[in-house]
């Protein structure tokens, strides 16, 4: 009986922990999508290059259409971009200046939409009918619609190509850096979040120096 009384009363202790823990709020859960990936050729040697040119707007893909946009979020991402070329001792010219590298800068958003039907489940791994003892049945939601999961995800791509060899190469446009920040620009991160996330792109390719 006492053995009893000492487990109820460790299951009691263990649904009061539980019942009091709260779910990560939005700015831990928002710093946990952020992903930073970044890759160049190791071939390259980054200190040949001296000028550098950047698109004036960030492209936007989704899917349901594409744009431009240059709001306050778009223009601290380019703003950023440009302080990190120059603190690496690039200069910023214009166009049609004959830059040595070109940055562009753009937006993935994808909206995702997941509906949940009777019977996905089992078919995808879940536990069968069969397991509770009615091999003939299925799984049955006595209402609808079914259950419907959305949420977006925003990737922000930077790429640094290579327009001074561009003519030795037949005029093909190399890409030599490529950065990719999963979950910014989404809506919900601050303009500080976009500052450190693009500090992060170059911090992580110290190569990218011009002396």
């Given at each position: 009986m006492k053995k009893k009384i000492k487990l109820l009363a460790m299951v009691a202790a263990v649904?009061?922990?539980?019942?009091?823990?709260?779910?990560?709020?939005?700015d831990s859960r928002l710093a946990e999508d952020l992903v930073v990936i970044t890759?160049?050729?190791?071939?390259?040697?980054?200190?040949?290059?001296?000028?550098?040119?950047?698109?004036?707007?960030?492209?936007?893909?989704?899917?349901?259409?594409?744009?431009?946009?240059?709001?306050?979020?778009?223009?601290?991402?380019?703003?950023?971009?440009?302080?990190?070329?120059?603190?690496?001792?690039?200069?910023?010219?214009?166009?049609?200046?004959?830059?040595?590298?070109?940055?562009?800068?753009?937006?993935?958003?994808?909206?995702?939409?997941?509906y949940y039907y009777p019977g996905w489940y089992w078919d995808n791994g879940y536990y069968n009918p069969a397991y509770w003892g009615y091999p003939s049945y299925n799984y049955w939601y006595p209402y609808y619609p079914p259950a419907v999961s959305t949420y977006s995800t925003g990737t922000v791509i930077i790429d640094m190509v290579d327009l001074k060899n561009a003519p030795a190469h037949n005029n093909k446009l190399y890409i030599e850096w490529i950065a990719l920040i999963r979950g910014l620009m989404t809506g919900y991160h601050t303009l500080q979040d976009v500052l450190d996330n693009v500090d992060q792109c170059f911090a992580q390719t110290p190569q990218i120096r011009a002396n």
């Open positions: 649904m009061f922990m539980i019942s009091c823990a709260t779910y990560p709020g939005m890759k160049y050729d190791v071939g390259t040697n980054f200190t040949q290059y001296k000028t550098f040119s950047i698109v004036d707007s960030v492209s936007v893909i989704s899917d349901r259409d594409s744009s431009k946009i240059l709001d306050a979020q778009a223009q601290a991402l380019l703003n950023q971009i440009i302080g990190n070329m120059q603190a690496r001792g690039y200069q910023k010219v214009n166009r049609t200046a004959k830059p040595d590298l070109g940055i562009n800068v753009g937006v993935v958003k994808i909206t995702n939409v997941t």
